[in-house]
């Protein structure tokens, strides 16, 4: 008889002798030590292994640094840009005041102190990175300017920047308020 035969015959453990379970058992032992073997690594492999998963945790933490300095620069400069269209205001009236003396010879004195209070306004304003949008010369951009009016003009091409109602500025390459502007535009054909 085969242990096949034996297994089949032997009513007492459903076909299976004792002798046989422990043989699987101890195959099994052996199957899992030998795998168990051949995944064990030198200590040498083991040391590149662990050096090699430090440099990796290193350059990620590195990395999420790097990352949040960039994140608080920016919302420190951008934090500021409430206060800053604050100051804008202010910076429009001082304008506006300088104008209006243009038409005095007697208040040459005020208009002087303006100027210097505008210089030292727009002085304060780029030590904050706020940079006034230049306009002069300049194609119409609508991420930089704002159109209040277009004013029909065969003499520039069109979407030419005419006249400068408002000044805009930016902080970063960001558009903090565009510039209103008037722009020209291509006469109509009758």
Known sequence: MTKKDKKEDNPNNGGVSEQDSVNDINLEEELVETSDEQTEKSPEDLIKDLEDQLLRAKAEVQNV???AAQEITRA???GIESLAKEFLVVGDNI???IVSCEEGEEITNIKEGLELTMKAYESSLKSSGIE???CDGKSFD???HEALSMVEDDSLEPN???????????ILERTLRPSKVIVSKKPEEK
Not at 160 to 170: A, F, L, M, P
């Open 76 to 78: 420190r400069l951008y």
């Open 160 to 170: 030419s920047i005419i006249e400068v109602i408002q000044r805009g500025y930016s």
């Open 132 to 134: 006034p949008i230049e």
């Open 95 to 97: 304008e506006r005041a």
């Open 65 to 67: 640094r790097r990352i």
């Open 142 to 144: 609508p991420e930089k």
